[in-house]
């Protein structure tokens, strides 16, 4: 196991379109985070679990926009009616939780919507 | 609110020309405090954790410390490749989320 993997790297969607991301943690973390990253800013919080369950989620975070994590295991982020604004960096990150809770990020996935 | 501020937002410096990065936080209860470099178009690279005032880390040419309101980075006679976005984060008691800075840019001139 060789770290975060995100999958697509890249995504270009139509407005009004859903998309979805996967992410696959690195194997023995417990914690899984989704953050988005536009040009210039720091990554901003959208989500995080703890094995199953969803712990938080951004006051700011839109309805459109729904995390699972299924089994504890890997997690797919969903964007549905994909808007102009929704274009950004989509990253994912894992750490095993405890007082090691440094974070390990993906890649991340490039979105664009036109 | 809890915040982290970042400072300078960009920095040039000359190959070899020692310099400090400062990340100021205002929080509830400080769990922890990382710092990240992340080049362009790739995910952020952790560095270090920090978790008490008075601590220190070191690798290679960067050594990060920690008091009870910022942290710095200091870069030691950097090379080109030392050429990145530092990030930095905290998280707080009650959440395990990272609250992040907008980190500072930095280019190193040969």
């Known amino acids: 196991d060789t770290g975060v993997s995100q999958d697509p790297r890249h995504k270009i969607t139509k407005r009004g379109q859903n998309v979805t991301f996967r992410c696959d943690p690195i194997s023995e973390h417990n914690r899984l985070y989704w953050y988005r990253q536009t040009l210039g800013q720091g990554p901003e919080f959208l989500t995080y679990?703890?094995?199953?369950?969803?712990?938080?989620k951004s006051r700011l975070l839109s309805d459109r926009f729904s995390a699972e994590r299924p089994k504890g295991s890997f997690s797919t982020l969903e964007i549905q009616r994909t808007e102009q604004g929704d274009s950004a960096m989509y990253l994912c990150?894992?750490?095993?939780?405890?007082?090691?809770?440094?974070?390990?990020f993906g890649q991340g996935t490039r979105l664009t919507v036109v | 609110e809890d915040q982290v501020t970042q400072s300078p937002e960009a920095l040039r410096l000359q190959e070899g020309e020692s310099s400090s990065l400062n990340c100021s936080y205002t929080v509830s209860g400080l769990r922890g405090l990382f710092w990240y470099r992340q080049d362009p178009g790739k995910g952020p690279e952790f560095l270090f954790t920090?978790?008490?005032a008075g601590e220190e880390k070191e690798k290679e040419r960067l050594k990060a410390t920690l008091t009870k309101k910022e942290s710095f980075l200091h870069i030691t006679a950097p090379k080109p490749e030392d050429s990145a976005t530092y990030l930095c984060?905290?998280?707080?008691?009650?959440?395990?989320?990272?609250?992040f800075g907008t980190g500072t840019r930095l280019k190193v001139l040969a």
């Open positions: 920090l978790y008490s």
């Open positions: 990150a894992s750490s095993l939780g405890g007082r090691n809770t440094e974070a390990f």
């Open positions: 984060a905290v998280t707080t008691s009650g959440t395990y989320k990272y609250i």
């Open positions: 679990f703890q094995n199953e369950a969803q712990l938080e």
